[in-house]
């Protein structure tokens, strides 16, 4: 089973992944974070294999979190959940950055699994 | 179910690699001079000519090729010359793609006959801007998308108004704003009354009922709601030549006495009636030149 960590400022957005990462067996949430910062904290206490992350995000944004977090930990899988995917900009820096995928907002609940069963 | 761009929606298809991307990516910026660079490989100008208008730049907000004309070191002409082999020289990304060998050429012409039907859904109807407000069919694409976004996601039914200038936004319990900066900047604010708050929460989280949901759970799905709607509108602006970056969504703590239009703005407001004789409205607030 692979230990996720959901990383979004919206409360209804982390619900929402965690109940679809949380349906899937081979999958475990392990902890859910509101920030970038967070998610660096986060990350150190409970050494997740796979994290979801939004982009925009107050304190501190997903790229920015990403930048630092492959810096860290080279090896994380680390999955971009954004409203912000169809910005071709974004979805190149993210992907330059280390992002093993970026998923598009809204997302359904099967794209969700797809990605996360390739990683 | 959402805007995109040509290689996020091959990548999704599983057509292409992200490896394969991001090598045609990488082959676009060498070939896709921007103007100073190409007007410098022309021979039109000296890299100590760019340095200059760079600097200029600084002090007055002109794009390089008017500051160039300002300044006297182009004419208008060479301007419209640099401008042509930048079109015709351009490297489109499914272009690159076969460059790399990702793709063969009837992959890119099949690939992108699909593309253009997905996003279909996104194209934009004619929407009206009261006369004499800037960048109209921006705000045309931001209505049109919030439309259809407000359908797609939320799943709600309802009739667009005629889109108005206001000087005051109406009181409403719930206000959600969204700043946009870069190339155009704005406010972005969605305001609902609670019942209209509770059908976006229940689409956004998926649930049948949120009779039991904080009100907290509440409000974030109504910022959630604006924050997808302003992420497409982001990705559809890239795709019309802006670059708009926003800032996270925030709630209004004046809704209830309702909310100025901010001095040197223009309040634009797209009221949106529900079947049961609901009004909430969509409003923008547009910087004035």
């Known amino acids: ?119 | 179910m959402a805007v995109k761009f040509f290689g996020q929606f091959l990548i999704e298809k599983g057509a292409v690699t992200r490896t394969a991307l991001l090598q045609a990516i990488d082959l676009q910026e060498k070939t896709n001079l921007k103007f100073g660079e190409m007007v410098i490989e022309m021979g039109l100008m000296t890299t100590v000519d760019a340095a200059r208008i760079h600097l200029a730049q600084r002090s007055e907000d002109l794009h390089f090729g008017d500051m160039a004309v300002k300044l006297s070191i182009i004419t208008e002409e060479q301007v419209q010359q640099v401008l042509t082999r930048q079109r015709n020289s351009h490297l489109y990304i499914g272009e690159a793609l076969v460059k790399v060998g990702a793709l063969s050429e009837q992959e890119l012409e099949k690939y992108l006959e699909e593309f253009k039907q997905d996003q279909q859904a996104y194209i934009s109807e004619k929407i009206e801007i009261p006369a004499g407000v800037p960048h109209q069919p921006i705000w045309e694409m931001v209505a049109d998308l919030t439309y259809k976004m407000l359908t797609r996601v939320a799943g709600i039914s309802f009739r667009p108004g005629p889109c108005t200038i206001i000087k005051k936004l109406p009181c409403r319990p719930i206000i959600a704003e969204m700043g946009f900066s870069g190339s155009i900047s704005a406010r972005y604010l969605l305001s609902v009354s609670e019942s209209t708050r509770n059908l976006v929460a229940k689409a956004i989280l998926d649930e049948d009922s949120v009779e039991n949901e904080s009100v907290e759970v509440l409000d974030d799905s109504v910022k959630e709601f604006i924050n997808i709607v302003c992420g497409n509108i982001a990705a559809k602006a890239a795709q019309l030549g802006h670059s708009i970056d926003i800032a996270p969504p925030e709630m209004r703590a004046d809704s209830n006495t309702g909310i100025d239009v901010p001095q040197d703005h223009t309040g634009l407001m797209f009221p949106i009636y529900l079947s049961d004789g609901e009004v909430f409205e969509l409003t923008i607030f547009v910087p004035q030149n």
């Open chain 1, 1 to 119: 089973m692979k230990s996720v960590l959901i990383v979004d400022d919206s409360l209804a957005v982390a619900r929402q992944l965690e109940k679809i990462v949380s349906s899937c067996e081979d999958f475990k949430v392990v902890a859910q974070g509101r920030n970038g910062a967070e998610a660096i904290k986060l990350c150190q206490q409970h050494k997740p294999e796979i994290v979801c992350m939004d982009m925009n995000m107050p304190v501190m944004d997903g790229l920015t979190a990403l930048r630092n977090l492959m810096q860290l930990t080279p090896e994380l899988k680390v999955v971009m959940v954004t409203s912000l995917g169809g910005v071709g900009d974004k979805y190149t820096e993210a992907l330059r950055l280390g992002a093993k995928d970026v998923i598009s907002k809204p997302f359904e609940k099967d794209t969700v699994l797809k990605m996360l069963r390739r990683l």
